[in-house]
């Protein structure tokens, strides 16, 4: 049977071919599972191990760093091989990672616990430089945006999947793990200790299984490249972009609208991540009568959320601007996170709910509008650039949990999300005043005419 779909010399394709979109869309809620599993981690380490909120939070820190780490090599391998050997190595990493929760949780130390994390993240750096960038290729090219929103909508899914796992496999009933500990001799903490640390593993025991049916996958059914078609000329060659050179980056870093696609970059992941990894904490903060598997509720609650802000968004983008939406979305979030931030009672709970749905359409939004600033030729360094800049999940947790342990209020520290998405903010107010004056430019020409 032959192919519905041609790839054009800019690398886009005339249609999107189905089975391999929805593999490639597959990726993005098996990354969000191991997301929200962090979640869960953080609340579970901090009790088992008795660490501050500080130290717990290096469990994102460990992540997202593994993230920064890997973005580069990852973008090598697209440029040099396809975006499908990417995904293949970032599997491939995932699965090892996964398998390193089964010595972790013998050998009982927070360390090996963040060896294992790190080892995962490596893998979703591949899988993530990859295929945000495949989703926008994989298609017509004025469907980008839009491929890539849906594709990113079904991470939700993802989220709630991780956070049920925790639930259910991770988490325990009765009181919460410190009023358990709390009753108990140092020996008996001891065993209880190794005793919870073995129920870690048990959703990773799944994830494997998944991973390697994908694997299989992406090996034996046929991909387009989707790479733009450069023809081998003296001249090209000459010019030809090298990811790793200095010339490269200071020619991005020289595009305006691309330095500040980055910084919006890092701080919704630093905004994001920081919102998140606290959630279940801040609910056993304000209701000491609540358990962790209770708490894990309004992670779920925050998922359900975040993807009815993205199915919500999805729709609307076919109705008006994405950049006016979402600076709508950003100051909603905004004065979400300020009530968290301002309020020191149980109803704050709500809010941080409510904020994830105006997180929904930000990532891919920006993501896409980075890619589109630059050149052809800069992709995959501009792809490597913005999953590099995920690092921010890396420093606003345990920035979130500094402002937490120093004032003794762990709802304080989310002024640090709020001044993230403050920021985000006047990202889309900007972008959306380039998008005001370009469409205006577009119509007097037409008038001249």
Same mark, same amino acid.
């Given at each position: 049977?032959?192919?519905? $779909?041609?790839q054009?010399?800019?690398?886009?394709?005339?249609? @999107?071919?189905?089975?391999?979109?929805?593999?490639?869309?597959?990726?993005?809620?098996?990354w969000?599972?191991?997301?929200?599993?962090n979640?869960?981690?953080?609340?579970?380490?901090?009790?088992?191990?008795?660490?501050? #909120?500080?130290?717990?939070?290096?469990?994102?820190?460990?992540?997202?760093?593994g993230?920064?780490?890997?973005?580069?090599?990852?973008?090598?391998?697209?440029?040099?091989?396809s975006?499908?050997?990417?995904?293949?190595?970032?599997?491939?990493?995932?699965?090892?990672?996964?398998?390193?929760?089964?010595?972790?949780?013998?050998m009982?130390t927070? @360390? =090996?616990?963040?060896?294992?994390?790190?080892?995962?993240?490596?893998?979703?750096?591949?899988?993530? @430089?990859?295929? #945000? @960038?495949?989703?926008?290729?994989?298609?017509?090219?004025?469907?980008?945006?839009?491929?890539? #929103?849906?594709?990113?909508t079904?991470?939700?899914?993802?989220?709630?999947?991780?956070?049920?796992?925790?639930?259910?496999?991770?988490?325990?009933?009765?009181?919460?793990?410190?009023?358990?500990?709390?009753?108990?001799?140092?020996?008996?903490?001891?065993?209880?200790?190794l005793? =919870?640390?073995?129920?870690?593993?048990?959703?990773?025991?799944?994830?494997?299984?998944?991973?390697?049916?994908?694997?299989?996958?992406?090996?034996?059914?046929?991909?387009?490249?989707?790479?733009?078609?450069?023809?081998e000329?003296?001249?090209?060659?000459?010019?030809?972009?090298?990811?790793?050179?200095?010339?490269?980056?200071?020619?991005?870093?020289?595009?305006?609208?691309?330095?500040?696609?980055?910084?919006?970059?890092?701080?919704?992941?630093?905004?994001?991540a920081?919102? $998140?990894?606290?959630?279940?904490?801040?609910?056993?903060?304000l209701?000491?009568s609540?358990?962790?598997?209770?708490?894990?509720?309004?992670?779920?609650?925050?998922?359900?959320?975040?993807?009815?802000?993205?199915?919500?968004?999805?729709?609307?983008?076919?109705?008006?601007?994405?950049?006016?939406?979402?600076?709508?979305?950003?100051?909603?979030?905004?004065?979400?996170?300020?009530?968290?931030?301002g309020?020191?009672?149980?109803?704050?709970?709500?809010?941080?709910?409510?904020?994830?749905?105006?997180?929904?359409?930000?990532?891919?939004?920006?993501?896409?509008?980075?890619?589109?600033?630059?050149?052809?030729?800069?992709?995959?360094?501009?792809?490597?650039?913005?999953?590099?800049s995920?690092?921010?999940?890396?420093? =606003?947790?345990?920035?979130?949990?500094?402002?937490?342990?120093?004032?003794?209020?762990?709802?304080?520290?989310?002024?640090?999300?709020?001044?993230?998405?403050?920021?985000?903010? $006047?990202?889309?107010?900007?972008?959306?005043?380039?998008?005001?004056?370009?469409?205006?430019?577009?119509?007097?020409?037409?008038?001249?005419?």
């Amino acid at each position: 049977m032959s192919k519905k $779909w041609n790839q054009l010399p800019n690398g886009y394709l005339t249609s @999107t071919p189905f089975l391999q979109f929805v593999l490639m869309t597959m990726l993005f809620p098996l990354w969000s599972v191991a997301n929200a599993l962090n979640d869960v981690l953080i609340t579970q380490f901090k009790s088992i191990f008795e660490l501050s #909120n500080f130290a717990s939070a290096f469990v994102q820190s460990a992540f997202f760093g593994g993230y920064f780490v890997m973005a580069i090599p990852a973008a090598l391998v697209m440029k040099k091989k396809s975006y499908v050997s990417a995904i293949l190595c970032g599997l491939a990493f995932y699965i090892v990672g996964c398998l390193l929760f089964f010595p972790a949780s013998h050998m009982a130390t927070y @360390t =090996m616990f963040l060896v294992a994390i790190f080892a995962i993240a490596l893998g979703l750096s591949f899988l993530e @430089t990859s295929a #945000n @960038t495949y989703a926008t290729m994989i298609g017509p090219e004025k469907t980008s945006t839009f491929r890539i #929103n849906l594709s990113q909508t079904f991470t939700p899914i993802g989220n709630i999947c991780g956070i049920l796992l925790g639930k259910f496999l991770i988490f325990q009933e009765g009181e919460s793990l410190s009023s358990k500990m709390a009753a108990m001799s140092p020996d008996q903490i001891a065993a209880f200790r190794l005793e =919870m640390l073995q129920h870690t593993l048990v959703p990773y025991k799944y994830i494997v299984l998944i991973l390697v049916a994908l694997f299989l996958a992406f090996v034996f059914i046929k991909f387009p490249s989707c790479k733009p078609q450069v023809k081998e000329t003296a001249e090209a060659v000459k010019n030809k972009v090298n990811l790793l050179s200095m010339k490269t980056a200071k020619f991005m870093m020289g595009v305006q609208r691309f330095r500040r696609s980055l910084l919006a970059m890092f701080l919704y992941n630093g905004m994001q991540a920081a919102v $998140w990894s606290f959630t279940i904490r801040l609910a056993l903060s304000l209701d000491g009568s609540m358990n962790e598997r209770v708490a894990a509720n309004y992670m779920i609650a925050s998922f359900i959320v975040f993807f009815l802000g993205r199915v919500v968004a999805s729709t609307l983008l076919t109705k008006m601007s994405a950049n006016k939406l979402l600076f709508i979305y950003s100051v909603l979030g905004c004065l979400c996170l300020a009530y968290v931030a301002g309020v020191n009672d149980f109803s704050v709970m709500y809010p941080v709910i409510l904020v994830s749905a105006f997180m929904g359409p930000v990532y891919p939004t920006i993501y896409d509008t980075g890619l589109k600033t630059v050149p052809a030729e800069y992709r995959e360094s501009a792809a490597a650039a913005m999953v590099m800049s995920i690092v921010g999940g890396a420093m =606003m947790p345990p920035i979130l949990g500094l402002v937490a342990d120093a004032t003794g209020i762990l709802h304080v520290g989310y002024v640090i999300p709020f001044l993230c998405f403050v920021v985000i903010s $006047w990202f889309f107010y900007t972008e959306m005043h380039i998008e005001n004056e370009k469409h205006e430019t577009e119509l007097k020409e037409v008038h001249q005419l």
